[in-house]
């Protein structure tokens, strides 16, 4: 008895072993995974690297296909187009995200309004970005082209029949928008990309600021309350300081969404490769011009540059998600 | 004199209130109205042609999206077969061995390929297996699909086993259970609520994936079953009719996107279903 | 349990591949230009239990992909060039199977059968960037009586490599020496001024959207969406409707044996000058990369039907067949088609 007791423990612990072994392997497996992407990326954008160095990142010629000389590389337009685009998209969706997150986390915490909402919001996520990109295209763009179009127009009416002053304002107003933004009727450009991009990371960014906003201990608020503050001020004095980091740790998720998006951005933002001149410009993003020319890169260099534009996208996403889950645990650890 | 400032104090906090309410349903417009116009544009194209027919040649009408219906079922079943295993897996390791060192690395690496842009993944994945097999084929749709699905389910699997109390592995140990029998008998079962929402989830997600499907599956006019070969797929259907001047093709993409929309809706539903129905009390 | 689940089906999965082992898929990628007419005559041609999956990803991204070896064929309306041949590795055959016209198509409302006339310096200056509304006074001279609105002009190019961008650069930039320096001809050039679009279909869509926007597109594409498109001025100086006569004038003159030919700018007293073959293009030598004797024999069998028996699909889909001359040296490059040497019969 205690013989076959033993051998069945001799081969249960083996099968425990066996188990914990393959617990391991597929764990690593993850690295495994992580690294091999990293490296990948990283081999295949050498050649680039090395033929064009600092001139990738400063220069502002994407020219494949030069008339004379070598093909030349610069990105700039691009790291341009992605910053303009994540960061006018976070501008926009900031104060609603915070809206919701205040909405949810201290007005309505239960209940069938917060659930109401809270679905809305989850569905916006959900929605598929070639969806976004569709309506975009055929929806909101034609929108964006006409509000263009009556501004354009401006420029074509008469206004000799005003008063002096009124025609210094309009001569004032068409600088600021011509001149200076450089608004054309075309409807596609950075700035429609920025407005779909905004509604696309609001879920991301409301969600984290709902989780840390209802996680503000209530010994804080009531001491507030007892000493007579309204619900507005509590909310503005005491909940939105103390959850600072949280939230910008849901914008630093949003921006990280933002960045690397890819077929809303690439259907409404007039794939240009030059460099940007006003938020209202057709332009490209990192994702974009990929998206664009990956599958006909023939040269080497072209593949291989393009190769280079996905490790930056993967390294800047992984830097900002690194950041925004560190302040998370921070919390976390803290609360 | 205090009585004029608490009144402006308490306009202040209703007005805020309003503010509140005023934004957070402003954020709903853009969702009721890219609805009602996927409905509106794309109710007119559904029929029973639409779902069981193969696309007619370009600029003809008629037709309809068999192959690409079929070829999303096929592509995210294969994602799941290869996610699913590892992913539950790898939760159920960061969940028992969360003070381990490695435990560490593989949360980063998680957290990372999260955020991971799906382009560069289908980059990646046409760089592993299409260059080497020369063949645009859904299996590396498949595989750039399943990279995207893994942080997914890792982080519900490590979030669900988390909350189960260690009382009740410790009782199946004590009982002499071995390690293995204990997590797949008793912990995974109590815990398969929050992981089958984790995997449905993780599947709305990538249903509507388009750009790591680009340069692998590719896209095909044709049924086909064949996974080592190029595979239509409803997003990719979406993407290459939007951009068409005939107006029958746009209608399709509008059409297509509302199944996709009602699939994930439907999908997203379900996984809330099973989180609360399956909820195993303690 | 699940592991038994992922076994099983992964079985199942390799099965149905396994079935499929015999060629009964040929996979194609590439031009737009002629996208819709392959578009029909492969739905034909899977009459015969072959199916022909050909993706329209740009003659950039066809000839791509065929150097690549992920495909059977490519498509392109543009020649490869050198430094893409020895990429290549093997040599590579072009063979044309019809011919097209790159139209200039616009988005104006303007009066009932009222159509632009543009001469090759006007194009130019517009796509340089030169001329930005529609009611400039270049435009109004070639154009008198007919009203031009205070638009501004919205260029549109391709944003994919593309054949199409390739025979309208190559056009300009015989024309024009300034676009010949600052921008070039390529599947790819670095346009001064526009918004990019992703293929004939993505160009034509946005034209179609955007009033004011003027782009190129291949003809059957400005007709199917009833898009108006200009009279272009050729060398003759006479100005020229883009239809399959004047296409095929344009191709009347001697084609070399490796049917390599460029058409624009043609001398042609009728022709229209921005006309083009295009072309398929396969490795000569078809034992690469574990390719069986069949499926290279249904490869150059699609193409020999596709520039006999398919030639009878072009017109009504407004493309030019293919002259005589071109069809012949295109069956004497497709006999030349080897299998480890030997000719594929």
């Known amino acids: ?335 | 004199m205090t009585n004029s400032h608490l009144k402006y104090r308490l306009i202040k906090d209703k007005l805020f209130y309003l503010f509140v309410i005023l934004m957070s349903f402003i954020v709903t417009v853009p969702l009721f109205v890219i609805i009602y116009y996927i409905f509106k544009m794309g109710l007119s194209s559904l029929s029973w042609d639409f779902i069981s027919k193969l696309p007619a040649p370009m600029g003809e009408s008629g037709g309809g999206i068999l192959n690409a219906l079929i070829g999303t079922a096929i592509i995210v079943l294969l994602s799941s077969l290869i996610a699913v295993p590892i992913g539950i897996s790898a939760g159920i390791f960061l969940s028992e061995f969360k003070e381990r060192k490695l435990a560490k690395y593989v949360r980063f690496c998680t957290e990372v390929l999260q955020g991971a842009p799906s382009i560069v993944l289908g980059i990646i994945a046409y760089i592993w297996i299409v260059k080497p097999t020369q063949n645009f084929s859904a299996l590396s749709g498949a595989v750039a699909l399943s990279i995207m699905m893994l942080p997914v389910i890792i982080r519900s699997t490590e979030e669900t086993l988390k909350m189960i109390p260690h009382t009740l592995k410790e009782a199946s140990l004590s009982l002499g259970v071995p390690y293995s029998t204990t997590i797949f008998r008793i912990i995974l079962p109590c815990g398969l609520n929050g992981i089958l929402t984790g995997v449905l989830l993780s599947i709305a997600r990538i249903m509507g994936e388009t750009a790591p499907l680009l340069f692998t599956a590719f896209g095909s006019p044709f049924l086909s079953l064949d996974l080592m070969k190029p595979m239509n797929s409803l997003p990719t259907m979406i993407y290459n009719y939007a951009a068409s001047p005939y107006p029958q093709d746009n209608a399709f993409a509008w059409g297509i996107s509302a199944i996709l929309c009602i699939f994930v809706l439907v999908i997203n539903l379900i996984a809330k279903g099973v989180s609360k129905k399956w909820k195993v009390q303690f | 349990m699940l592991k038994k689940i992922a076994v099983i089906a992964l079985s199942i999965g390799m099965g149905i591949s396994a079935l499929s082992a015999q060629t009964k898929e040929l996979l194609g990628a590439g031009a737009t230009f002629p996208q819709p007419l392959y578009s029909k005559i492969f739905q034909e041609y899977s009459k015969k239990g072959v199916n022909v999956n050909y993706q329209a990803i740009g003659s950039g991204g066809g000839i791509n992909q065929l150097i690549a070896k992920t495909t059977d064929f490519g498509g392109t309306d543009a020649i490869m060039s050198s430094e893409e041949e020895s990429k290549a590795g093997a040599p590579i055959l072009h063979i044309p199977t019809c011919l097209g016209a790159v139209v200039v198509s616009y988005n104006l409302q303007l009066g009932a059968n009222q159509r632009l006339k543009m001469s090759s310096a006007l194009i130019s200056d517009i796509f340089l960037g030169k001329i930005v509304v529609w009611n400039d006074k270049r435009i109004a001279a070639e154009n008198p009586g007919i009203k031009l609105p205070a638009l501004p002009i919205t260029v549109v190019y391709r944003s994919d490599g593309s054949g199409t961008t390739y025979i309208f650069t190559e056009y300009l930039a015989k024309v024009s020496t300034v676009w010949d320096k600052t921008v070039g001809n390529g599947k790819s050039v670095k346009w001064p001024i526009g918004i990019g679009a992703k293929g004939n279909p993505g160009v034509a869509g946005t034209i179609n959207q955007t009033p004011g926007a003027i782009g190129y597109v291949e003809l059957i594409y400005a007709l199917s969406n009833k898009m108006p498109y200009a009279l272009v001025k050729n060398k003759t100086g006479k100005y020229i409707n883009p239809d399959m006569k004047t296409v095929s004038l344009a191709a009347a003159k001697g084609i070399p044996a490796n049917t390599k030919v460029s058409l624009t700018n043609t001398d042609s007293k009728d022709g229209y000058p921005i006309s083009s073959f295009t072309w398929i293009i396969l490795y000569k030598e078809q034992n690469y990369n574990g390719r069986s004797l069949d499926q290279a024999k249904k490869t150059v069998e699609l193409i020999k039907w596709m520039v006999t028996s398919g030639q009878n699909f072009a017109p009504s889909l407004h493309y030019a067949k293919l002259p005589k001359d071109a069809q012949t040296k295109a069956l004497a490059l497709l006999n030349s088609v080897t299998f480890n040497g030997k000719p594929i019969k």
Not at chain 1, 88 to 116: D, H, K, T, W
């Open chain 1, 1 to 335: 008895m205690t013989v076959s007791f033993s051998f069945c423990l001799g081969r249960k612990m083996k099968q425990e072993k066996i188990f914990n072994g393959y617990l391991y392997t597929v764990s690593i497996l993850m690295i495994v995974l992580f690294s091999a992407i990293l490296i990948t990326l990283l081999i295949e954008s050498f050649p680039s690297l090395k033929e064009y160095g600092i001139r990738f990142f400063t220069g502002s010629n994407w020219d494949p296909n030069p008339p004379e000389g070598k093909p030349e590389f610069g990105a700039l337009p691009f790291f341009v187009g992605t910053l303009i685009t994540s960061f006018l998209a976070l501008l926009i969706c900031f104060p609603f995200a915070i809206m919701i997150a205040v909405f949810l986390g201290e007005y309505y915490r239960n209940g069938n309004v917060s659930q109401f909402l809270k679905s809305m919001v989850e569905l916006l996520a959900g929605i598929p970005s070639v969806i976004y990109g569709l309506w975009g295209l055929f929806v909101f763009v034609p929108v964006i082209r006409n509000l263009e179009l009556k501004i354009f127009q401006m420029a074509y009416t008469d206004y000799s029949h005003l008063s002096a002053f009124s025609q210094k304002l309009m001569f004032g107003l068409k600088f600021i928008l011509f001149d200076l933004l450089k608004i054309q009727p075309i409807g596609f450009g950075m700035f429609t990309a920025s407005v779909i991009l905004a509604v696309m990371i609001i879920p991301y960014a409301a969600s984290i600021g709902r989780e840390v906003i209802s996680m503000v201990p209530n010994d804080l608020k009531e001491a507030a309350y007892s000493m007579g503050a309204t619900r507005f001020e509590v909310i503005r004095y005491i909940i939105l300081p103390y959850c600072r980091s949280g939230i910008m740790a849901g914008i630093l998720l949003a921006l990280g969404r933002a960045i690397g998006e890819t077929m809303a951005v690439t259907m409404v933002i007039g794939n240009r490769n030059l460099m940007p001149k006003s938020i209202f410009d057709p332009a490209n993003t990192l994702a974009s011009v990929l998206a664009n020319e990956f599958a006909e890169a023939v040269n080497q260099l072209h593949m291989s540059s393009l190769i280079q534009l996905g490790l930056l996208l993967f390294i800047t996403t992984a830097v900002i998600n690194m950041f925004g889950k560190l302040i998370i645990n921070k919390m976390n650890k803290a609360a």
